[in-house]
Nanobody, 125 residues
């Protein structure tokens, strides 16, 4: 059974950093595309970053490029999202996701079949 458990959210001041973690079980990062999404109440879910299992390539939303970094530790079966230079507009619930597709995309989330429970990130101004 594929399971994802996100953690690491919290309250941080603008300009600060947070690292989100997502512990995965039931699958290998070598076979699944993995991604981070975020959602603000009343708004559409947004793809933040992803890693393709086919070649390890990464993608980032324009709004976070240069500030966020996605990574994975295959030995620990854990994925991460390092978030630097945080802005109030980064405030959202962040979700990790995975799918058997070998290539990752940043869509509204319909590409991914497996989801973690979400962790709240709040950036104060």
């Amino acid at each position: 059974e594929v399971q994802l458990q996100a953690s690491g959210g919290g309250l941080v001041q603008a300009g600060g950093s947070l690292r989100l973690s997502c512990a995965a079980s039931g699958f290998s990062f070598d076979d699944y595309a993995i991604a981070w999404f975020r959602q603000v109440p009343g708004k559409q879910r947004e793809g933040v970053s992803c890693i393709s299992s086919a070649d390890g390539s990464t993608r980032y939303a324009a709004s976070v490029k240069g500030r966020f970094a996605i990574s994975r530790d295959t030995a620990k079966n854990t994925m991460y999202l390092q978030m630097n230079s945080l802005k109030p507009e980064d405030t959202a619930v962040y979700y990790c996701a995975a799918d058997t597709a070998r290539l990752c995309i940043l869509d509204s989330g319909s590409w991914y079949n497996f989801w973690g429970q979400g962790t709240q990130v709040t950036v104060s101004s």
